[in-house]
């Protein structure tokens, strides 16, 4: 079992900046693949970004040049730098953990983008 714990949304006006961090339990962090998922209010929860093992990292196109992820094993953490945010990415955002079938998320942290 590995437990995920989400931490760093809030409020920010558009085009400011926001870190979301992910602290996974365990010792399988490092060989985990990660994900960013975030879901709006009626929509599906749709995958943002995602960083492998070896830290290969992928982006949805509307996040591309915008949002960071990256991952510090020594200290089983995931990280999402958000960017020159917009109202459209408002959004409850969650870590997603997959390493051989077995899938974890976190409870989520609400990012909300508005002046």
């Known amino acids: 079992q590995v437990q995920l714990v989400e931490s760093g949304g809030g409020l920010v006006q558009p085009g400011g900046s926001l870190t979301l961090s992910c602290v996974a339990s365990g010792n399988s962090f490092s060989f985990a693949i990660m994900r960013w998922y975030r879901q709006a209010p009626g929509k599906q929860r749709e995958v943002v970004a995602t960083i492998s093992s070896g830290g290969s990292t992928d982006y949805a196109d509307s996040v591309k040049g915008r949002f960071t992820i990256s991952r510090d094993n020594a200290k089983n953490t995931l990280y999402l730098q958000m960017n020159s945010l917009k109202p459209e990415d408002t959004a409850a955002y969650y870590c997603?953990?997959?390493?051989?079938?077995?899938?974890?998320w976190g409870q989520g942290t609400q990012v909300t983008v508005s002046s």
């Open positions: 997603n953990y997959f390493r051989v079938g077995n899938i974890y």
